[in-house]
């Protein structure tokens, strides 16, 4: 007969903090605040590998509001909360007054009447940041058209629980400029990752964004390479990472977007340019025989849900980090 042994329960809870009161952006956060998120998702996994419970949350509610659909943030931030002792409201965009036409600083007030945090996973950036501007509590970004954060942190979390450090790696993105691609240039920015893009002409990530990482690459000895040669980028490269040509919005280029992306597929041949010990990595849901192949993505170098496990931990670490200390 088998013997039930209780979890035991850790009297240990989050008491430091990040210098911001939300995250929209990587490009917000300071090293130590990228560090401290790190090496408390590191310790949250830990803890649930030791079956340990950590609930710095217990109590905590947090509004979880989804204007596009997902099944790794929700499943993972509504687990996060669940583990960090708290509750997770689940708000769909069509359930909201904000889809009669309800404005978003009349929402931010209202929800923070009633709950800790909110996170929101919407289209446009600008949503985003009102939120955090009206709203009296923290607000995370689960995805906009201008940044991915979370999981871009998940992506360093993994890369480092790999290779055992972040600073000096060599990471290459193969495909559209797009949101994940902008986090990923933040992010390894501040860790001092030689990261390398190929897109093809006119889908290429925005000088600003460059710009704006400038002054961290410096200081942290981050390197940034643009081209429109995958090989050239993929080449010597510790991971390979890609994600979707056609991203939500852009349905009606998917036609036009295969055709112009088709070289920049993620295949053996590509991956063998890199370094032998190289992994592969995708954010998630791939298009497979678009970007990635299956022989890639399914293959032992592929890392991809280590990625998406990784998010769970993470996003525990912000949520606490943000959440902790706060007083209603």
């Known amino acids: 007969m088998a013997v039930k042994t209780k979890a035991k329960v850790s009297k240990k809870t989050t008491t430091k903090s990040l210098s911001v009161s939300s995250l929209l952006s990587i490009s917000q956060l300071t090293f130590q605040d990228v560090d401290l998120i790190l090496r408390t998702a590191a310790e949250f996994k830990m803890s649930r ?43 769909a965009g069509r359930d909201l007054q904000l889809g009669r036409g309800e404005t978003i600083a009349d929402t931010a007030q209202v929800l923070s009447r009633y709950v800790d945090s909110i996170i929101i996973r919407t289209d446009t950036h600008r ?88 002054k961290d690459r410096r200081k942290s000895g981050g390197e940034i390479y643009i081209t429109q040669d995958p090989g050239r980028a993929v080449g010597r490269a510790d991971a390979v990472y890609t994600d979707v040509w056609i991203s939500m919005g852009h349905e009606k280029e998917q036609a036009e977007r295969v055709r112009i992306f088709k070289k920049y597929q993620v295949n053996t041949k590509l991956m063998a340019q890199a370094a032998p010990q190289a992994v592969f990595m995708h954010c998630l849901p791939a298009h497979r025989g678009q970007e990635v192949r299956d022989e890639v993505i399914d293959g032992s170098r592929s890392i991809v849900l280590d990625q998406a496990e990784n998010r769970l931990h993470v996003q525990k670490a912000i949520l606490a980090l943000l959440m902790g200390k706060r007083k209603k």
């Not at 989804?66 to 689940?90: C, D, I």
């Open 49 to 91: 590998d030791r079956g340990k419970v950590n609930q710095p949350l217990k109590g905590k509610v947090m509004a979880a509001v989804f204007e596009k659909s997902s099944t790794r943030t929700r499943v993972s931030f509504e687990t996060a909360m669940y583990q960090l002792g708290g509750t997770m409201l689940y708000l």
């Open 127 to 214: 949503k985003v940041v009102e939120m955090a501007r009206y709203a009296g509590v923290p607000v995370v970004n689960a995805l906009t058209d201008y940044a991915h954060p979370c999981q871009a942190l998940a992506d360093l979390f993994t890369l480092k629980e790999r290779f055992g450090k972040l600073k000096g790696l060599r990471l290459a993105y193969v495909g559209d400029g797009n949101n994940v691609a902008r986090s990923l240039i933040f992010g390894a920015a501040k860790a001092g990752i030689e990261l390398a893009l190929a897109s093809p002409p006119g889908y290429e990530i925005d000088k600003h964004t460059i710009e704006l990482s400038e």
